[in-house]
């Protein structure tokens, strides 16, 4: 018997996977996005009429312990109503016990698969602000989303900002849904257990990544928004990518790998990537309204300026008045010079 090719295998196993939505009011088209929880379909949802992404858990995370964090991040979903979160509809079971839920269909761009020039630094700087916007909103409701990334951001047609993938989310005050486990031998209503590691590497807050889950709170999201913001100032001046395994290390000052960085712009993301967490901006609220005064050109906390700085961001500001007295005052002088009255 010939062997199976790769191609093949792979082909059975998407068939084997494809979810059976038989009987219910959604019918699948096509597939268009995976992650570590599940797998997300393009879907008709023939009751209301309307395109919808329905979202399967997988493979990886069958189990009790893999439904119960799906069946988390719907509700917590479900609860937090903001512009740059994706709305829920709908959550049920496969025939063959799979958990799903139905949401909004996003189409735009992952923030990781746009090209970013210096001609579009001024939307590098709108977009990380809608992040902040929208991670706030869920601080302000108890919610830490521990995995924001450029693959978790979506900007869609007409300049939307949504925060996906809240799947490893943590409601604070409440139990929290146990971490799935391979070998499956947590205790019930453990949770998530102190050393267990939840993020993407380079982009997961220090305390994240040596599994110190007691310390992980809002300011541990403030870092991922740090981290994508140095991301998207560096990516064209980066080399490779970033550093595989879970070990934290520090990440350079952006300036060193694109020196274009305005000096302000570079102290803004390197207090938001302090590895000591009271030394990082104490919210998503406080890390935007910089980014804000920084696009205003106005003094950012993050950086002392000196007086040449403030000099230059006064000249710059009011270039257009300054320019007018300028003129004035060399007409004036010409017109001392060369028609003084006899």
């Given at each position: 018997?010939?062997?199976?090719?790769?191609?093949?295998?792979?082909?059975?196993?998407?068939?084997?996977?494809?979810?059976?939505?038989?009987?219910?009011?959604?019918?699948?088209?096509?597939?268009?996005?995976?992650?570590?929880?599940?797998?997300?379909?393009?879907?008709?949802?023939?009751?209301?009429?309307?395109?919808?992404?329905?979202?399967?858990?997988?493979?990886?995370?069958?189990?009790?312990?893999?439904?119960?964090?799906?069946?988390?991040?719907?509700?917590?979903?479900?609860?937090?109503?903001?512009?740059?979160?994706?709305?829920?509809?709908?959550?049920?079971?496969?025939?063959?016990?799979?958990?799903?839920?139905?949401?909004?269909?996003?189409?735009?761009?992952?923030?990781?698969?746009?090209?970013?020039?210096?001609?579009?630094?001024?939307?590098?700087?709108?977009?990380?602000?809608?992040?902040?916007?929208?991670?706030?909103?869920?601080?302000?409701?108890?919610?830490?989303?521990?995995?924001?990334?450029?693959?978790?951001?979506?900007?869609?047609?007409?300049?939307?900002?949504?925060?996906?993938?809240?799947?490893?989310?943590?409601?604070?005050?409440?139990?929290?849904?146990?971490?799935?486990?391979?070998?499956?031998?947590?205790?019930?209503?453990?949770?998530?257990?102190?050393?267990?590691?939840?993020?993407?590497?380079?982009?997961?807050?220090?305390?994240?990544?040596?599994?110190?889950?007691?310390?992980?709170?809002?300011?541990?999201?403030?870092?991922?928004?740090?981290?994508?913001?140095?991301?998207?100032?560096?990516?064209?001046?980066?080399?490779?990518?970033?550093?595989?395994?879970?070990?934290?290390?520090?990440?350079?000052?952006?300036?060193?790998?694109?020196?274009?960085?305005?000096?302000?712009?570079?102290?803004?993301?390197?207090?938001?990537?302090?590895?000591?967490?009271?030394?990082?901006?104490?919210?998503?609220?406080?890390?935007?309204?910089?980014?804000?005064?920084?696009?205003?050109?106005?003094?950012?906390?993050?950086?002392?300026?000196?007086?040449?700085?403030?000099?230059?961001?006064?000249?710059?500001?009011?270039?257009?008045?300054?320019?007018?007295?300028?003129?004035y005052l060399v007409m004036r002088v010409a017109l001392f010079l060369f028609f003084e009255p006899e």
């Amino acid at each position: 018997m010939r062997p199976l090719s790769d191609e093949a295998v792979r082909h059975l196993r998407e068939i084997a996977d494809w979810p059976d939505f038989s009987g219910t009011r959604y019918e699948v088209l096509e597939k268009i996005g995976a992650g570590g929880m599940g797998t997300v379909y393009l879907a008709t949802d023939h009751e209301l009429e309307r395109p919808v992404a329905l979202k399967v858990i997988g493979a990886a995370a069958l189990g009790p312990e893999g439904a119960e964090r799906m069946r988390q991040e719907a509700k917590i979903l479900a609860r937090l109503e903001h512009p740059g979160l994706v709305p829920v509809h709908d959550v049920g079971h496969l025939p063959d016990g799979r958990i799903y839920y139905a949401m909004k269909l996003v189409r735009g761009q992952r923030l990781d698969q746009i090209d970013w020039t210096p001609e579009t630094s001024a939307e590098v700087l709108r977009v990380v602000e809608r992040i902040c916007e929208a991670v706030a909103f869920a601080h302000a409701h108890g919610v830490i989303h521990r995995d924001l990334k450029p693959e978790n951001v979506m900007v869609g047609a007409f300049g939307e900002v949504l925060v996906l993938d809240w799947g490893v989310a943590k409601v604070l005050g409440e139990e929290e849904a146990p971490a799935p486990s391979a070998s499956g031998d947590r205790a019930e209503g453990e949770g998530t257990l102190p050393g267990t590691i939840l993020g993407t590497p380079g982009f997961m807050a220090p305390e994240q990544a040596r599994g110190q889950v007691d310390r992980v709170d809002a300011r541990s999201d403030v870092y991922a928004i740090g981290a994508i913001l140095h991301d998207l100032l560096t990516r064209a001046h980066r080399s490779g990518n970033r550093p595989p395994g879970l070990a934290w290390t520090a990440p350079e000052d952006p300036r060193q790998l694109n020196p274009e960085v305005p000096r302000r712009l570079a102290a803004i993301c390197q207090r938001a990537l302090a590895e000591d967490p009271c030394e990082r901006y104490e919210s998503a609220e406080a890390l935007a309204a910089d980014i804000g005064r920084f696009s205003r050109g106005d003094a950012v906390r993050a950086h002392q300026d000196s007086w040449l700085e403030r000099a230059g961001r006064f000249v710059q500001r009011y270039r257009l008045p300054i320019s007018i007295v300028l003129a004035y005052l060399v007409m004036r002088v010409a017109l001392f010079l060369f028609f003084e009255p006899e």
